[in-house]
């Protein structure tokens, strides 16, 4: 098929791998959480991993009651100004862990003697040099430009570190049922096939909240970088205070839910959003979908919604590689980009 | 003309008020600042106040060296789940003073004991009785929906705030200086015409980095809730890491800068995006553009890059009520949208 397509087929593997293997570095982590007790914690990421930070904001503030600050890189290259990183755990996420930006920013904290963590898919790394506690991925390579087993990888490593903060019996569970739940989302692959002509381009709006307003980011840049349609995420609420004006009858809409807390605001939007006329799809891992909707993709992982991020995000990438064929573009090499970008 | 043009005009007197009448609340949030000492700031806000609180981030980090987190509100409405906030300044950023989520998160503030400030224009709101110090903006009345004077206004006082904590004559002279440089951001209008056309839609990017990042995100929602073009901002380095797969000949960028430590970003990028054939138009308060640009308009207020987002905000506000009326759409009411949104 294509790079792509088989690394996105991987991911209940990796999943399981790093579950095994990730136990020595997760409770380092938690052993060393515990004796510096942390205020909170700062992220640095770029790209899709940027996303997984945004999806850490909501999971250890709900889990673990901390504050997430994401981390402005400039303040660290272009304005040499850092903020005050005091007390503060600050991780690094990048796949190569090659990225500059991300580098300067744990080479700071450093620095600033706070303690520093990379999650990256390359152990032996700068960014892995550079911090005192790694957490490797152990994804294997990935080859296609845009990140699929990096990216569900990512969201693991964050919620084992969740759960060595602050351990529960329940949610232990639930991560063991990763892998598994990973499969059922590749299950359903074809189920996404209606959901494929509403995205033929130019343009479209991905709406999550709360935990999947992470995944309606990354969707919405797997939809433009592999498929070339400007795709915009924003959080339901976000949407409603301007976005909202951009909509007319047949633009299409993506929601993307995982049940849970936010599940009446997805139901609300997608009403009026329906009876504006718009084309409006979706991805939902909770067994049910809003009514009036063009065409879902509904399955149930049994997942708690804080870890419905890892299947809707692999049911995304699907989706885009859909939407890139469909529209005859090739996923594995998006024109314009390099698998390591270099940014400063 | 129009209530949101009307509006746009007059920022140079709304910007004068404030800095003559906010100096007691200024005084007071020194003072108290000084007081309590605190480690950083978590801001909530929404829409137009939301990038308001993305500019602070640059602006708390860099010249007051202070950590800025974004909150999310439905960690406090949806989840029930708030992070400690022990010892961060809180401060709850809204027009109306009436957005139930931002009120939600200055209340729990309070409730932990951490000190907190409303930016509001309606000093009588609940926000504004929620909160322990208020820095009403004194804007008078905003009638039409989209934000204009009370997002330059929130800046302005954000950066008041910023002087409170460190002063620096340097920049209290700029501070001094933002009415005119606004008056002539605004003389400039005419430098916008030939900006227009590459606006047309159905979507564009929108580029800027570091503290104009803010003003990119700020200038795509203008344009998507004025004129219904899906205006998609990013920072110039996260645009680098994926979305960048999605330029074409032809495509629409307007990029925003002004000047300082990051004008070498903008150059990189504008000759790539150049080199692409894409249509690359930008705003720029810093006497000068870089070259090969489809159409520019550029200025110099003189201002400091850190104040340039306040002159670049008006700029912006006038290009999308030109792009609007262009598109034929009433800029004062945009479909689907009430003044006053409130979100939980």
């Known amino acids: 098929m294509s790079r792509f397509h088989d690394e996105i087929r991987e991911q209940p593997e990796v999943a399981a791998r790093l ?17 510096t007790h942390p205020k909170g914690f700062v992220i640095a990421a770029r790209g899709s991993s940027d996303h997984a930070a945004l999806y850490a904001k909501y999971l250890f503030g709900r889990r673990n009651r901390c504050l997430v600050a994401l981390a402005a890189p400039s303040l660290f290259t272009r304005y040499s100004s850092p903020p005050s990183l005091e007390g503060q755990c600050v991780i690094g996420i990048s796949q190569s862990g090659e990225s500059p930006d991300v580098i300067a920013v744990v080479e700071e904290a450093v620095r600033q003697g706070a303690m520093t963590v990379a999650i990256t898919n390359e152990a032996e790394s700068t960014l892995a040099a550079a911090s005192e506690l790694v957490l490797p991925l152990h994804a294997g390579a990935e080859r296609s430009v845009p990140a699929s087993k990096t990216y569900s990888a990512s969201l693991l490593a964050l919620a084992l570190m969740s759960q060595a903060i602050d351990p529960d019996e329940e949610f232990g569970a639930a991560l063991n049922r990763v892998p598994t739940s990973i499969t059922q989302a ?3 692959e074809e189920k996404l096939v209606p959901l494929a002509p509403a995205l033929a381009g130019p343009r479209a709006i991905v ?18 970088e592999t498929s070339y349609l400007l795709a915009r995420a924003w959080s339901v609420a976000d949407f409603e205070h301007g976005p909202i004006a951009v909509v007319e009858p047949g633009f299409p809409v993506l929601l993307v839910g995982g049940g849970g807390s936010v599940e009446a605001d997805l139901e609300s939007i997608a009403a009026r959003l329906v009876d504006y006329g718009c084309r409006v799809i979706g991805l939902f891992d909770c067994g049910r979908a809003p009514s009036g909707l063009e065409a879902t993709a509904v399955f149930d992982s049994g997942l708690p919604e ?6 809707l995000g692999v049911l995304g990438q699907l989706l885009a590689w859909r939407v890139a064929l469909a529209r005859g573009v090739d996923p594995d090499q998006p024109r314009a980009l390099r698998k390591i970008t270099r940014t400063w």
């Open 19 to 35: 579950l095994e293997q990730s136990r020595p570095a997760v409770e380092k982590f938690g052993a060393r959480f515990r004796e």
């Open 186 to 188: 590749l299950q359903a």
């Open 207 to 224: 709406l999550g909240r709360g935990f999947n307003f992470s995944t309606a980011e990354e969707v919405a840049l797997k939809l433009t």
């Open 306 to 311: 804080e870890l419905t991020p890892l299947t």
